[in-house]
C-alpha cells in the first residue's frame, strides 16, 4: 500500500539510526527528524511522501543547520515515480547540492531504509574528452546556425555543415570527382564524408566519382530554402 502521511516514514528511519547510536527526536524548529550522536555532528531529515522539488528546497534549507542532511521518502513501484523515472539525475542532484538521500521500503514482513546517497562536497569528475569535443565542435561550427532552445528541427553541427559544403560542390559539378570536391571545399575530410555517406546524401558513380542522391538533392534545397 502507498503511504498516507509523511509521519509513517518516522518511525522505520528512527529505529535505524537508532541502531547506530543515534537519539532521535522529531519536529525540532520545523526540522522533520533531528538525529544527535556523541561521535558524529547532528543529522536531520526532511520527509516527503514522494521526491519532488518542495523536499529539496526543504532539504537546502537546512544546511546552514549541518552537512549531514538527509531527504526521505518511500520506496514506490508506480512507473511514474521520479526516482524510477530519473533515478541517476537525481543522484546526482543530491550530491551536486551535499543532500543525502533515504528510501523506506515498506515490505509484507519487512520494513527497510536503504541509504540512496550520503551527503557531502560536491567534487565533479572532470570529463577532459567530452570536453575536449565540446570546444572541437565550438571552434569547427560555422557562425551561430542554431539557436539555443531550438526543438522540432535537425541541430546544425559542424559535421553537417561540411556535408553540406560537399553536397553543394557535387550538385554544382554533377558527377563529381572527390579530387575536384577537395579543391573547391577545402576540406580534407572531404572524402570520407564521400565515402562513408552518413546521410545517405551521395551515391558513388565510379571510381573517385560521386552525385547527389535524390534525398541529398531534397536536404539541400531544404538547407537553401530555410538559410540554415
Not at 22 to 39: C, M
Not at 132 to 160: C, N, V, W
Not at 205 to 227: A, M, P
Amino acid at each position: 500500500m502507498p503511504v498516507q502521511y509523511e509521519s509513517e516514514l518516522y518511525e522505520p528511519i528512527k529505529r535505524y539510526l537508532e541502531k547506530r547510536g543515534y537519539t532521535v527526536k522529531g519536529e525540532v524548529h520545523d526540522v522533520d527528524l533531528v538525529a544527535t550522536h556523541p561521535e558524529h555532528e547532528t543529522l536531520l531529515v526532511e520527509l516527503k511522501k514522494s521526491f519532488n522539488l518542495k523536499l529539496v528546497f526543504q532539504g537546502i534549507e537546512r544546511l546552514p543547520l549541518s552537512d549531514r542532511v538527509y531527504l526521505a521518502v518511500p520506496a514506490s513501484s508506480s512507473p511514474n515515480n521520479i526516482l524510477n523515472q530519473q533515478r541517476k539525475s537525481v543522484f546526482k542532484l543530491c550530491r551536486r547540492l551535499g543532500l543525502g538521500l533515504l528510501q523506506v521500503y515498506f515490505g509484507p514482513r519487512v520494513t527497510r531504509v536503504d541509504v540512496l546517497v550520503d551527503p557531502g562536497p560536491y567534487r565533479p569528475r572532470k570529463r577532459a574528452t567530452k570536453l575536449q569535443a565540446l570546444h572541437d565542435e565550438f571552434i569547427a561550427r560555422e557562425g551561430d546556425p542554431s539557436p539555443g532552445g531550438t526543438t522540432g528541427r535537425k541541430i546544425m553541427t559542424a559535421y553537417r555543415q561540411q556535408v553540406m559544403r560537399v553536397a553543394a560542390c557535387v550538385q554544382e559539378n554533377g558527377d563529381c570527382p572527390l579530387k575536384t570536391v577537395k579543391e573547391n571545399t577545402g576540406l580534407k575530410k572531404a572524402g570520407s564524408i564521400l565515402q562513408k555517406n552518413h546521410y545517405g546524401w551521395f551515391e558513388r558513380v565510379s571510381r573517385g566519382c560521386y552525385r547527389l542522391t535524390e534525398l541529398g538533392e531534397k536536404e539541400l534545397q531544404n538547407f537553401t530554402v530555410d538559410g540554415v
